[in-house]
């Protein structure tokens, strides 16, 4: 089947959805199917990424809060792109605009709608968390719940990545929500690419011995990732654990990051690591991966650590809490600095935590597998199965 998915978020500049794209564009033809992905760009295109693997961009502005990202602006341009490729289902990736633009779309191919991003807990429940509960958030934001219901009833079905973001929606009224999980890229982490030459390394740049604990954390420099939190967490436990923390990622708040540390030597606000090969050797080569976000869909730092054998210190909330999964990984209390320290002083104590392998690793493949097989039996049946 064709499968054509408006992906507003696609940016040549990287980023989690490009991983995710790039690796549908290469899954799709292997599992008999071919991927048509129309992403806003500088210029109309019609790029071949592969047999069966086809990029689109339609013209688009940039988007004024980042410059990075475009956005679709003319929607009959998006309406016609979208009937001219005929597709046998559509796949929208963002519940923003893009999604409303493709529900009112007249073709009749079944649709879907992927939430690879969860506003109400990136902005509201971030925003309003200290002086109201969740429940007092979603009445005051109650347009945007009413949006959502708009999108399900327009849409065949509402993927989302973790049962706590299906578990929520349903409750929201979303009654097309289900639960198909995301994977890593297949045959790359691995506990096997473990440095001890790497670490000693990190744990030097950190200012600590090889018997001290090298914490990673990798990630966007943004205020939803609450990586000020981390380090602020970082340095209270420093005062009683040989600690350090190696931050791998970019962004604005970078500068802000780094005067965050109060100069401790201890801990590094350090550049990305693009190359994926040295990402996952540099994964493999940690002690535990510490994680801020609770707004996450599903984590892929968070699997990718695990992959790699790497315990994980992660908020309960989100989806990066449905990764630790194991007595070696810990869960701390949603945006509560204290636990979070907490969390990071017990941790060092821990044994045994070098060689673990997780025992069954969820692929990215496996992922599509199964995400393709559901859109091929919507289109068969008329319906998406529960």
Do not use: N
């Not at 309960?316 to 701390?332: C, E, I, K, Q």
């Amino acid at each position: 089947m064709r499968i054509v998915d408006v992906c507003a978020f696609y940016t040549p500049a990287g980023g989690g959805v490009k991983t995710y794209i790039d690796r549908k564009l290469a899954a799709a033809p292997l599992l008999g199917h071919e991927a048509v992905v129309i992403a806003p760009g500088e210029a109309d295109s019609v790029t071949q990424m592969g047999k069966g693997a086809i990029l689109v961009t339609i013209a688009s502005p940039r988007f004024p809060l980042d410059r990075r990202y475009r956005y679709f602006a003319d929607e009959k341009k998006l309406h016609q792109t979208l009937a001219a490729w005929r597709p046998d289902f559509v796949e929208v990736s963002s519940p923003w605009s893009s999604a409303s633009m493709v529900g009112r779309w007249q073709g009749s191919a079944p649709r879907s709608l992927v939430m690879h991003c969860d506003p109400l807990s990136a902005y509201a429940y971030r925003w309003f968390g200290a002086v109201a509960g969740i429940a007092t958030i979603d009445r005051g934001f109650d347009r945007f719940w009413r949006h959502l219901r708009q999108l399900d009833a327009q849409f065949d079905a509402v993927i989302c990545a973790s049962d706590q973001l299906t578990e929520r929606l349903r409750a929201g009224g979303v009654g097309g929500a289900r639960t198909i999980r995301m994977g890593v890229q297949p045959g790359l982490f691995s506990p096997r690419r473990r440095d001890p030459a790497l670490r000693r390394q990190l744990l030097d740049l950190c200012g600590l011995g090889a018997d001290a604990t090298l914490l990673l954390g990798v990630g966007r420099y943004s205020p939803e990732k609450r990586w000020k939190m981390v380090i602020e967490a970082t340095l209270a436990a420093s005062a009683t654990s040989a600690v350090g923390l190696v931050l791998i990622g970019d962004g604005r708040a970078r500068g802000a990051l780094t005067a965050a540390t109060r100069g401790s030597p201890h801990i590094v606000v350090g550049e990305p690591v693009r190359e994926r090969t040295a990402l996952a050797t540099v994964l493999a080569s940690g002690d535990a991966l510490v994680h801020g976000c609770e707004a996450e869909t599903f984590c892929m730092v968070a699997a990718e650590a695990r992959a790699s054998g790497l315990p994980i210190i992660v908020p309960d909330r989100g989806g990066a809490a449905d990764h630790a999964d194991d007595a070696l990984s810990v869960r701390y209390r949603a945006t509560d600095p204290d636990d979070l320290r907490r969390a990071i002083s017990t941790f060092p104590h821990r044994d045994d935590r070098s060689d673990r392998h997780h025992p069954s690793i969820r692929t990215i493949d496996d992922h599509f597998r199964e995400l393709f097989d559901a859109y091929c039996d919507t289109a068969d049946l008329g319906l998406l199965a529960a």
